[in-house]
């Protein structure tokens, strides 16, 4: 049992180090859409100190948005290059206001009066995880079927909208790079940036650090709660919108149900950069995804949800507060 | 060559997502069994005795029952099987026979806690002498332990999982190979038909796709082929790790286990990755969402096998070609999924009937003898209820059309 297996792991190592390129690339493309997303966990924890679990669908709702934009410029199929960019702003576009739209009402529907009420945190939380359920069944029963002409019980069928050629857009000896991931990478990492100058350089960014510092002070000194924590669920929202759109052009398919999974490994995500950590999520965000694409190289592709968990529970028993620990509260404004 | 296209709302979509369900129930299903058979006992206890060797004795009129999800959400997937034992008891009536037959149908929906009172019912009250059905695996580990009881014969036209014929029930038949057989036939012709010898296996970690999975890489194995394995997630939508090792280990041809929802991601980031190895599946992705999946053209050439006959067009045989004429001028369809399987369970009855066996005993001692030519397969059943034939059909996508390539055995590939 033992040598046989010892023999599997040892080619299995090889196969990483002979595939190392497309096995980080991979990682890093999939790393990136985990770490959009972990921006919407990550800033309402920082604020509100509640995890949003109705992220999940945020973002689903941004991949739908995104596929009935395809659906207005009537579907084009393998579009590249420069029409390839230029269409994806417009989709980023679609998926950021649909989703930053669909979390403002979500927190006004569904947070807003818990928190006027002054009920517990743990009460907002099954709010949470109830609006998750109740969007994935919304969207499973009624929107699907009425928007794509579908019996009923076909909602929770996959739906595909093919609009992508694919090609490689670098390629030196084994490193190859496609298109689409280059984008993908590209594309969060600039939203990165955008995001980190709105937080630290802009009046609206600086209140939503000082709530997150001091709620309180922060009420005393004139800040507007409400407006900023609007402003959270809106940007937070909108960042899911985008990762939905870098999505779509990654795997032109969306379901009812596509941001479960993806919903909790950028909460890991979050977690492990440090939630509350903006660039927590980012550093979080691309190192799951290269564990999870190592991790499959060497024990199979079975293991890959194995393998991130167990990353994040070694990172934490070092680090309880993450890699980058939670710094949106202790930056000073 | 337009097989799926024209059965109006695609049944066969309908058909695998039943599947789906119903190989998701077989193991919730297992852990009932003992109850039902409790229950069972307690059935003919009361009376089901004198019921199940006296029925329709003498009479001129017998009664067939046929149990399915006839209204559900995957009624496509048993509509075609009833609707072609409808026609082969028409047929025989039609030759004005000494004993008539009439077929009573049972809607379980599909459900087992719906179809085990229905199995009371009809051998109790409508006392049939057979039963075409159940159609599907999970409701079939629960109905057949009651027909067991109350000494009913059945022949299932569509229930494939394999454990069903472990169980040593003497009155259980089915006429349709199951997983292990259809693994085998895929696997048979991955070494035989497209002489692989590298042949990269996925399965999606299912309690169907994993062990369909393993019974076509020890096929493909014995026959000389290596073999590399991985699974993906079915929650997942990146298979880019899958895709790498498949891209390394640069394979002749690849079997995928599972759904075609995950097949036609799969198939689409395969291609993507830039591997060109042939792509085959089951009857799981027996579906235009394979193709749909997978985008554009992208899914052309690839090879679904399935136990299952679907020939509206006749070309296998001259049995299928008279089957699918008669079927479409009597019901203004094509011959769908199990249509074939349904006729041959209705027509072994039928031929235990004529033979003048009445009663439940005699049409059973008579189904174990049975041996005549039916369209989808020789009648046949070994002594465990299972047909002795192994034929497994084989599908080519083409555009979003499906058409019978033929029998995985002397099929030939382009």
Redesign the interface.
């Known amino acids: 049992m033992s040598l046989p297996l010892l023999r599997r792991r040892r080619t299995n190592l090889n196969?990483l180090f002979?595939?190392f390129w497309?096995?980080t690339i991979?990682g890093l493309s999939?790393g990136a859409i985990y770490a959009l997303m972990a921006l919407g966990y990550t800033m309402v924890y920082g604020v509100l100190r509640l995890i949003n679990f109705a992220h999940s669908e945020i973002f689903m709702i941004g991949t739908f948005a995104v596929l009935g934009t395809l659906h207005l410029f009537g579907m084009p199929?393998n579009v590249s290059g420069f029409a390839l960019i230029g269409l994806l702003i417009v989709l980023a576009v679609a998926g950021a206001v649909a989703s930053g739209g669909s979390a403002v009402i979500l927190e006004y529907v569904a947070y807003r009066p818990l928190r006027r009420h002054g009920a517990s945190r743990l009460a907002a939380l099954i709010s949470a995880i109830g609006a998750s359920l109740f969007l994935q069944q919304l969207f499973a029963r009624v929107v699907i079927p009425a928007a794509f002409h579908l019996?009923k019980?076909?909602g929770a069928?996959?739906i595909?909208g093919?609009f992508v050629q694919?090609s490689d857009a670098v390629h030196i000896g084994s490193f190859e790079l496609?298109n689409d991931r280059l984008i993908v990478i590209v594309g969060a990492v600039l939203m990165m940036v955008l995001l980190d100058v709105f937080v630290e350089r802009t009046k609206l960014g600086r209140g939503i650090r000082a709530t997150a510092q001091d709620p309180e002070t922060a009420v005393l000194m004139g800040v507007n709660i409400d407006r900023i924590v609007t402003a959270t669920f809106a940007i937070g929202g909108a960042m899911a919108g985008v990762a939905a759109a870098l999505?779509m052009l990654?795997?032109?398919?969306t379901r009812y149900d596509?941001g479960?999974?993806?919903g909790i490994k950028a909460f890991t995500a979050a977690v492990l950069g440090g939630i509350g950590n903006l660039r927590g999520a980012l550093v979080g965000g691309f190192l799951l995804g290269l564990f999870?694409?190592y991790g499959?190289?060497i024990f199979?592709?079975?293991w890959?949800?194995v393998v991130a968990f167990s990353v994040l529970v070694l990172v934490l028993m070092f680090r309880p507060t993450g890699i980058l620990g939670e710094s949106l509260q202790q930056a000073r404004a | 060559m337009n097989v799926l296209g024209r059965l109006g709302v695609p049944p066969v979509q309908m058909v695998m997502e039943g599947r789906l369900a119903l190989r998701s129930k077989i193991m919730k299903i297992t852990g009932v069994v003992a109850v039902s058979a409790a229950l069972a006992l307690g059935a003919s206890a009361c009376g089901g005795k004198s019921d199940s060797s006296g029925s329709g004795g003498g009479g001129d009129t017998v009664t067939l029952g046929f149990m399915g999800d006839l209204t559900g959400e995957n009624s496509g997937i048993v509509i075609p099987p009833k609707q072609a034992a409808q026609l082969a008891v028409d047929e025989y009536n039609a030759t004005s026979p000494k004993v008539k037959i009439t077929l009573k149908t049972y809607d379980s929906q599909g459900k087992g806690e719906q179809a085990v009172p229905l199995v009371k019912q009809a051998i109790t009250k409508d006392k049939i002498v057979g039963l075409i059905g159940p159609a599907f695996s999970g409701e079939s580990a629960q109905v057949d332990p009651v027909l067991e009881e109350g000494k009913v014969p059945s022949i299932s036209a569509s229930a494939t999982n394999a454990a069903l014929a472990t169980h040593g029930w003497k009155y259980w038949h089915r006429l349709i190979g199951n997983d292990n057989v259809q693994g085998a036939g895929i696997g048979g012709f991955i070494a035989r038909q497209l002489r692989a010898k590298k042949v990269f296996i996925i399965h999606d970690a299912s309690e169907y796709g994993k062990p369909l999975a393993a019974t076509v890489r020890s096929t493909v194995m014995k026959a000389g082929a290596t073999t590399s394995v991985d699974a993906i997630d079915v929650q997942g939508s990146d298979y880019s790790s899958t895709v790498n090792k498949a891209k390394a280990f640069a394979p002749d041809a690849i079997f995928f286990g599972g759904y075609y929802a995950q097949a036609g991601k799969l198939l689409k980031q395969l291609r993507e990755g830039g591997v060109r190895a042939r792509f085959l599946s089951g009857d799981g992705s027996l579906d235009k969402g394979l193709a749909a999946g997978a985008g554009g053209t992208t899914a052309n050439g690839s090879i679904i096998g399935c136990p299952c006959l679907i020939d509206p067009n006749g070309t296998a045989g001259a049995a299928s070609k008279k089957f699918a004429a008669d079927y479409k001028a009597k019901f203004g369809a094509d011959t769908a999924i199990y249509s074939a399987e349904g006729y041959d369970a209705a027509t072994a009855f039928i031929a235990a009937i004529k033979a003048g066996n009445t009663t439940t005993e005699k049409i059973n001692t008579f189904l174990s003898t049975i041996d005549m030519a039916g369209v989808s397969k020789k009648i046949k059943f070994s002594s465990a209820g299972e047909p002795t034939a192994t034929d497994v059909y084989v599908y080519q996508v083409k555009g979003a059309q499906l058409p019978l390539l033929g029998n995985a055995k002397t099929a030939t590939v382009k």
């Open positions: 196969n002979e595939q497309p096995y991979d999939l199929s019996p019980e076909k069928l996959p595909q093919h694919k496609s999505y990654r795997f032109e398919e596509v479960f999974l993806l999870e694409m499959s190289a199979g592709s079975e890959q949800n």
